[in-house]
């Protein structure tokens, strides 16, 4: 089952949102099944609008960035050099992600702050 604590210093206070999935999907469909307000444009990877800070809690994660996220967090300045030439790596984060592009697996646990 991934999990997803969703915390936003822009709607203030001690606000957060957990939600859950059974079955791998966005981050932004996540969202979207809970009602947090996620900012969003294209849907496609790149406007760059649902640029969110994820940290995975637990184990170590891969990092799978598809070419539409790497190019856009790049163009925003949000993809450590690092991990600019590499589809796969291990990673603890925070990390910039595209909510819409970002897939939550089963086993996931994330922090996500917008
Ligand atoms: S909504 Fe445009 S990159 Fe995700």
């Known amino acids: 089952m991934g999990l997803v604590q969703f915390i936003s210093p ?4 001690d606000w957060s949102m957990s939600c859950r999935s059974h079955q791998p999907i966005s981050l932004l469909k996540m969202a979207r099944m809970c009602n947090v307000p996620l900012p969003v ?15 995975p809690e637990g184990k ?5 960035l ?3 996220e ?20 291990l990673w603890k984060g925070p ?3 595209l909510a819409c592009q970002c897939i939550v697996g089963t086993g996931d646990q994330f922090f996500v702050a917008f």
């Open 60 to 64: 170590q994660q891969q990092l799978c």
């Open 66 to 68: 598809n070419v539409f």
């Open 41 to 55: 444009h294209c849907q496609k990877g790149v406007c760059g609008a649902c640029a969110v800070k994820v940290t």
């Open 70 to 89: 790497k190019q856009t967090l790049q163009g925003l300045g949000k993809l450590p050099a690092m991990l600019a030439g590499e589809d796969q790596k």
């Open 95 to 97: 990390y910039w992600r």
């Open 10 to 13: 822009r709607i203030g206070g």
